[in-house]
């Protein structure tokens, strides 16, 4: 056991100093602590001024917010949800992608099987967000994902 204290005291001690040497710099300094949504406003970019070296483990250059950003962030944020959670709430999420009324299936084609018809055209990419807000809305004509035969091909 004694083996084992002295490596983690060594690597912790290192770690600290590497982090004061950091803070010591006159061109940044480490924030006291991790700024919050409200507080960098419009400049959400500065997220890879901490986070966008390549040694990171996420790229956090592809979730800065840029103009086209509301164009793309479907890819990014279906890779890992984690990072988007780390400034938004899920609320945050549902004033663009969720709607009042229930999308129905379509009137037209309503004997087509479900995944080229059923719904419009974007809901396969949608259903995701409804199906984890009220899946009961699904439950109606899909029945119960974990043993129905309408989830089961693509949700396991």
């Known amino acids: 056991?004694?083996?084992?204290?002295?490596?983690?005291?060594?690597?912790?001690?290192?770690?600290?100093?590497?982090?004061?040497?950091?803070?010591?710099?006159?061109?940044?300094?480490?924030?006291?602590?991790?700024p919050t949504i409200y507080e960098l406003g419009d400049r959400r970019e500065f997220c890879t001024k901490c986070h966008g070296y390549k040694k990171t483990p996420v790229d956090f250059?592809?979730?800065n917010h840029t103009p086209l950003f509301t164009e793309s962030h479907r890819l990014?944020?279906?890779?890992?949800?984690?990072?988007c959670a780390l400034c938004h709430e899920q609320s945050f999420c549902n004033d663009c992608h969720v709607t009042h009324t229930e999308l129905k299936p379509s009137?037209?084609?309503?004997?087509?099987?479900?995944r080229r018809m059923q719904h419009r055209g974007e809901y396969l990419s949608r259903?995701?967000?409804?199906?984890?807000l009220d899946p009961?809305?699904?439950?109606?004509?899909?029945?119960?994902p974990q043993s129905s035969q309408t989830c089961r091909p693509c949700h396991g």
Do not use: F, W
């Open 76 to 83: 990014v944020a279906y890779q890992d949800q984690r990072i």
């Open 127 to 132: 259903h995701r967000i409804d199906g984890r």
């Open 61 to 63: 250059e592809r979730y």
């Open 136 to 144: 009961t809305s699904c439950y109606r004509c899909h029945g119960n």
């Open 107 to 114: 009137l037209k084609n309503q004997t087509e099987n479900y």
């Open 1 to 34: 056991m004694k083996h084992g204290i002295i490596p983690a005291l060594l690597v912790t001690g290192l770690i600290l100093a590497l982090l004061a040497a950091c803070a010591s710099t006159p061109t940044y300094r480490l924030p006291a602590k991790h």
